[in-house]
């Protein structure tokens, strides 16, 4: 099966540099078996749940990076189905994800779950029509971003533990993205998540 | 042992109204077998974890009334040990938390982690010197509190999935607690102590 990669409303682009791309990790270990999927796995859910419900304008990509060649893990809120609040269950669906056998086109795992081999080179080549916005802690106040009418288009890159490569940084630049930050204190991808979603729903960003 | 409840620059009380108070729940299946304690441990390591560290200044009441009698769990940011981002770790440390015999007076568990019978009247009781302020989507805009000279002395307190009871509400009400929103859109108790954090770090409240 081949999916088009639709703009949805909001984007984010999480990279696991030593996140495995085979199921065979533990759910009853999955920090210690799965190179730091469960990292992963609190960013899904910090993009997706509401108190009563799934954000539905959310696009989620994880690159993971941990394997012998990297695979692209894609959750779309439109059609997303059983994806609850906790880690576990999160975990359990990129399992079944990674069970399936990825190619260069998109691959249907559960409803709203594609995957696909490749990794963050492919994915900025299919969203090269999207303003990227990368997310580091020395980046431009995020408050001064220009929300306007761009906001249909807007990918954010977010890191895991481990930071990006110097790599990683230049096919960022190469991509014209913008480096901005929420503030000086080093947060998890999840938690940096969260404040998007909400500076997103409050409309707080200013005209630059 | 008894601990005095020393005002910390950031204190979140979270309620619990089905979490168990029986360390006998399941880390396989944290969700369905410990009346969703999974959201209080998802509002612990929102509450303490850094990207790279664990924040000091915070200190976190769960307030478990899914038992006989109601227990509180205290876990204090200075002396903290052991947490780790993952939620099945947060559950195994409230597991050995509720293992340990909980009487009206605080009794250690591991390092920064305290436990005790007793709920929502005993802890305002104790925290009556503090700002309480109270997260509810009808309330004012968050922003506009005033941040000012009583920073050190402010309890944030957030319910779980149900909401609160009337008579917590009265509770809550009696003890003077201003009634506070992050906005229109109901939001996880995790997901709003990431952003009073934020709100904090970044020093957006503003004068009233």
Not at 39 to 45: F, P
Not at 151 to 169: S, Y
Request: hydrophobic share 40%; charged share 20%.
């Amino acid at each position: 099966m081949n999916y088009m990669v639709i703009q949805n409303k909001r984007t984010f682009i999480i990279v696991g540099h030593k996140a495995t791309t085979s199921p065979n990790f533990s759910l009853e270990d999955i920090p210690g078996t799965s190179g730091r999927l469960d990292i992963l796995c609190r960013a899904v859910t910090a993009a997706f749940v509401l108190s009563h419900g799934i954000r539905k304008d959310v696009c989620v990509y994880l690159v993971l990076l941990g394997g012998e060649i990297p695979k692209t893990i894609q959750l779309r809120g439109e059609t997303l189905r059983h994806l609850n609040p906790d880690e576990r269950t999160t975990a359990a669906l990129l399992k079944k994800a990674l069970a399936v056998p990825a190619a260069p086109q998109w691959a249907l795992s559960t409803s709203g779950i594609f995957v696909r081999s490749g990794g963050l080179v492919e994915l900025l080549a299919d969203l090269k029509d999207a303003r990227m916005i990368y997310l580091r802690e020395d980046g431009a106040d995020i408050r001064t971003l220009d929300a306007g009418g761009h906001c249909c288009e807007t990918a954010f890159i977010l890191g895991d533990h481990t930071g990006m490569t110097p790599d990683e940084e230049s096919l960022i630049e190469h991509a014209g993205a913008k480096v901005v930050s929420l503030g000086p204190t080093s947060l998890h991808a999840d938690h940096c998540v969260v404040l998007i979603n909400w500076l997103l729903d409050t409309n707080v960003f200013m005209p630059e």
